[in-house]
């Protein structure tokens, strides 16, 4: 299959993944930082980093990265 593709095609897909990987590197970097911070970084807070969907983003005042904010659930009454 991929020896249909063209160059460009390639360039291009590597490219996407060297963006990738270069996104979650930042990520991480921040999730570390937080940590140090005692900032939560709890999975309610951001869609697992695999699985971020630029589509349906947001983004962050701090930084340019995007991340995807999910409902946490409402504790319970006593």
């Given at each position: 299959?991929?020896?249909?593709?063209?160059?460009?095609?390639?360039?291009?897909?590597?490219?996407?993944?060297?963006?990738?990987?270069?996104f979650?590197?930042?990520?991480?970097?921040?999730?570390?930082?937080?940590?140090?911070?005692?900032?939560?970084?709890?999975?309610?807070?951001?869609?697992?980093?695999?699985?971020?969907?630029?589509?349906?983003?947001?983004?962050?005042?701090?930084?340019?990265?995007?991340?995807?904010?999910?409902?946490?659930?409402?504790?319970?009454?006593?």
């Open positions: 299959m991929l020896q249909s593709m063209t160059s460009s095609v390639l360039l291009d897909l590597a490219t996407l993944r060297h963006n990738l990987t270069e979650k590197v930042r990520w991480l970097a921040h999730i570390e930082e937080w940590k140090a911070e005692n900032r939560p970084t709890t999975s309610s807070m951001l869609v697992r980093i695999g699985r971020t969907h630029v589509a349906g983003a947001a983004y962050c005042r701090d930084h340019e990265l995007p991340y995807r904010v999910q409902r946490t659930p409402r504790p319970e009454p006593d």
